[in-house]
């Protein structure tokens, strides 16, 4: 193999290699430090409190309104990826008017198997 044909050839198998393209989206696992976790894959969502749910999904962000069942129940949780493991969670009844800032993390990989909170697929 010519070495100009490497040259270019190396770079495209970067861009699809698996995984480049999870990194940009907020589907995932997300941990906040005080334990608590939640998943996103697509639009579905098992919330911090266990309830598995749909909710408003785009590449970069997710929106839903917390249940009945969890504390702040009717307000409206928003949230936006700021990189590939960070995102910014705000709870509120409007985007614009929505509380405090949290950070929440990528979580690491699971060791034990409990408390699986994959949202259904």
Do not use: K
Not at 79 to 95: F, K, N
């Amino acid at each position: 193999m010519s070495i100009r044909f490497s040259r270019w050839l190396f770079p495209i198998v970067l861009l699809l290699a698996p995984g480049s393209a999870r990194a940009d989206a907020i589907d995932g696992n997300w941990c906040h430090t005080d334990g608590r976790r939640f998943t996103i894959r697509g639009p579905a969502i098992v919330t911090p409190g266990g309830n598995s749910l749909q909710g408003n999904y785009e590449r970069h962000y997710f929106s839903y309104p917390i249940p009945a069942a969890e504390p702040r129940a009717g307000e409206t949780v928003f949230m936006t990826l700021m990189g590939e493991y960070l995102v910014h969670l705000r709870v509120g009844g409007e985007a614009s008017s929505a509380g405090p800032v949290e950070e929440w993390n990528r979580c690491g990989p699971s060791i034990s198997g409990r408390g699986d909170t994959r949202a259904p697929v």
